[in-house]
T-cell receptor
Framework: NAGVTQTPKFQVLKTGQSMTLQCAQD?????MSWYRQDPGMGLRLIHY???????DQGEVPNGYNVSRSTTEDFPLRLLSAAPSQTSVYFC??????????FGSGTRLTVV | QQQVKQSPQSLIVQKGGISIINCAYE??????FPWYQQFPGKGPALLIA?????SEKKEGRFTISFNKSAKQFSLHIMDSQPGDSATYFC?????????FGKGTRLSVIA
């Protein structure tokens, strides 16, 4: 049972490049979310999904896109990377809206 | 607007002591209040959670105290151990994704 799998674990991008952070869960969870973690800022919600085909914006959605074509996968796309997007990104999933399981994170640096 | 306020930012406790972390929320519609523990380089992990119909929940050395009228809840770690050294996040939800506090870095020293 893998839980929530995030890839890659580390990534360096140049300003303006695009990329997709992958997130997959094998627990058949309906609820999935993306957070970014910055020092002193806690965990801030980027986008979330309550089921396949349904997504919504969180607190800091600008510069990011998501889609949810299957229950298992919830990729996060950076359209044109900026240094302000340097952060650690966490994907999480839940079956009951509250008890979220987190992945191990993707550490992204934009230069 | 910060919906969940957490204090203190950092905390140093002697081994065997009690660690107390406090959170306050604004939205009275919140109906689930979890605490997460995060070790360096790892994702947050659910530690303990409470719903507003109870005032206290205990799991081993970890206790959540909940004060609905004051819109506050706190995490107490009894007999704190060096292995408890981590960052702790409180959170709240009303059926949408979790809203997190900014975290408390706990250091337990021998």
């Amino acid at each position: 049972n893998a839980g929530v799998t995030q890839t890659p674990k580390f990534q360096v991008l140049k300003t303006g490049q695009s990329m997709t952070l992958q997130c997959a869960q094998d627990m058949n969870h309906e609820y999935m979310s993306w957070y970014r973690q910055d020092p002193g800022m806690g965990l801030r919600l980027i986008h979330y999904s309550v089921g396949a085909g349904i997504t919504d914006q969180g607190e800091v959605p600008n510069g990011y896109n998501v889609s949810r074509s299957t229950t298992e996968d919830f990729p996060l796309r950076l359209l044109s990377a900026a240094p302000s997007q340097t952060s650690v990104y966490f994907c999480a999933s839940s079956y009951n809206r509250g008890g979220y399981t987190f992945g191990s994170g993707t550490r992204l640096t934009v230069v | 607007q910060q919906q969940v306020k957490q204090s203190p930012q950092s905390l140093i406790v002697q081994k065997g002591g009690i660690s107390i972390i406090n959170c306050a929320y604004e939205n009275t519609a919140f109906d689930y209040f979890p605490w997460y523990q995060q070790f360096p380089g790892k994702g947050p992990a659910l530690l303990i959670a409470i719903r507003p119909d109870v005032s206290e929940k205990k799991e081993g050395r970890f206790t959540i105290s909940f004060n609905k009228s004051a819109k506050q809840f706190s995490l107490h770690i009894m007999d704190s151990q060096p292995g408890d050294s981590a960052t702790y996040f409180c959170a709240a939800t009303r059926g949408t994704p979790l809203v997190f506090g900014k975290g408390t870095r706990l250091s337990v020293i021998a």
